[in-house]
């Protein structure tokens, strides 16, 4: 979901013909600041260009054995304060990783983030939803934007991903679908997978295959050791 400083939301009207349907306004995914919170995930997508450390154990014994794969609480008030050092007006933020639910002190990164923030976007897989009551909580108290990851890349079935915006719906939890394809044909067989959603709830995400195409939000991005850099962590050249 695009937005400005207001917190107004960005659209761009999009063709989509093979869904045999009017044009619609569909608002691509972006933020003033991304927060990388972790660089360690538990899936190994083929085409993810984070460089991530993939594990399946528990998140607390992957942040004891390897810390510096983790954004700090401190290291993120640090670049807060740097970044808005007497407060002023608040951003869009978005909290991706690796995968940010593998860290287990997220819950503590989005309560300071959210007197800064006029959203923040969770960016997730998903594979969490109804299994972690903490980050469930956390993202109903303060009001966080759950971001599906919906593409051929994550292979996350569209019955699974239904399947968890319902259950965040029940749970009175915000969501949206991200689909990431590198065209807008590519898009619109991917959401046509979503008929169950509105076009409100869907955002478009473009793929790269070039370092230079990432996005630079323009606040900057958070890196896990609290540094800020104009542009994501990557393995693209």
Known sequence: MGFSHDGKTERTKVSIPAMNRKDMDIAPFSSDLIVEATLVCDQSCI????????SKEIPADSFKSK???????????SALRSIRPHGGKPFAVS???????????????IEILHPYA?????????????????MLNA????????????????????GAVRDFCRYLDRESVAWRVVIT???QKAFAATRALCDWCSDEQVVYQQKVA?????????????????????????NLG
């Open 47 to 54: 085409g993810c260009y984070a460089p991530n450390w993939v």
């Open 181 to 183: 394809e590198e065209s």
């Open 210 to 234: 070039r370092s230079i195409q990432l996005v630079r939000p323009k606040l900057g991005v958070v890196r896990v050791d609290g540094t800020i850099a104009n542009t994501l962590s990557s």
């Open 95 to 109: 909290i991706r990783g690796g995968e940010p639910s593998r860290h287990p002190a997220l819950s503590s990164l």
């Open 67 to 77: 810390p510096h794969l983790f954004l700090s609480p401190d290291a993120l008030t």
């Open 118 to 134: 006029s959203t923040i976007f969770l960016e997730t897989h998903g594979r969490w939803i109804g299994r972690n009551l903490i």
């Open 139 to 158: 993202c109903r108290m303060f009001k966080i934007i759950v971001a599906i990851a919906f593409d051929a890349m994550h292979e996350l079935p569209a």
